[in-house]
């Protein structure tokens, strides 16, 4: 299993920035995270889509700014943000739950992860 993270960038608040995580391995039916790590702060978890449903998670500094979709005939997973804010800067990283039909449970569960991509807003 090899998850490789990718789409950051820099760009100014208010603008967008899609983020994509490709799988290697069977993964359709697993749950898959994104997590990020701002400057000074503890990692978090953003958002997640689980592997049973597909039903979505959001934290909810994101929700309603940020989609979460996967594609399995792509085997990846996007992030879509919108309107993003200097708060959004982070180190994202997207992970997986190697549990068959995981659902979107605790995030220690999350033991598989792809190397991070940084995203940067400026205001």
């Known amino acids: 299993v090899q998850l490789q993270a990718s789409g950051g960038g820099l760009v100014q608040a208010g603008e967008s920035l899609k983020l994509s995580c490709v799988w290697s391995?069977?993964?359709?039916?697993?749950?898959i995270a994104w997590f990020r790590q701002g400057p000074g702060k503890e990692r978090e978890a953003v958002s997640c889509?689980?592997?049973?449903?597909?039903?979505?998670y959001y934290t909810d500094s994101v929700k309603g700014r940020f989609t979460i979709l996967k594609d399995k005939a792509k085997s990846t997973v996007y992030l879509q943000m919108s309107s993003l804010k200097s708060e959004d800067t982070a180190v994202y990283y997207c992970?997986?739950?190697?549990?068959?039909?995981?659902?979107?449970?605790?995030?220690?569960?999350?033991?598989?992860w792809g190397q991070g991509t940084q995203v940067t807003v400026s205001s």
């Open positions: 992970a997986v739950d190697l549990g068959y039909l995981s659902e979107c449970r605790l995030f220690t569960f999350f033991t598989e």
């Open positions: 889509i689980s592997g049973a449903d597909e039903s979505t």
């Open positions: 391995g069977s993964l359709d039916y697993h749950a």
